[in-house]
């Protein structure tokens, strides 16, 4: 389902793929699937932050892996680094 955006990515500088996120169709069919899912119950006052993002992330640090947060909440100034880390953040333990 994101494999087209995955490519529109590709082909397109990083700083850019902040725009392809925003406006993409297939991050909005994906992220209302997700939520329409039944796992979460959602209120209408959870609209209000409907375009706050959280994500992690691995980084370089310094020679180390680390695990990095991201949060699009406008008071966070910056990522937050989480610490060293091992495994793979998809697989399931």
């Known amino acids: 389902m994101l494999r087209p955006f995955f490519a529109a990515c590709r082909a397109v500088e990083p700083r850019?793929?902040?725009a392809l996120f925003a406006s993409s169709r297939d991050i909005f069919d994906a992220?209302?699937?997700a939520i329409t899912a039944g796992?979460?119950?959602v209120r209408d006052t959870d609209w209000e932050d409907?375009?706050?993002f959280l994500s992690?992330?691995?980084a370089g640090v310094e020679g180390k892996?680390?695990?990095v947060e991201l949060d699009g909440n406008p008071p966070r100034d910056g990522p937050?680094?989480?610490g060293e880390a091992s495994?793979?953040?998809l697989r399931v333990s």
């Open 16 to 18: 850019d793929r902040t």
């Open 80 to 82: 937050l680094d989480r």
């Open 50 to 52: 409907a375009d706050h």
């Open 87 to 89: 495994g793979d953040l």
């Open 56 to 58: 992690f992330v691995y």
């Open 31 to 33: 992220h209302h699937s």
């Open 39 to 41: 796992q979460t119950l």
């Open 65 to 67: 892996r680390r695990l």
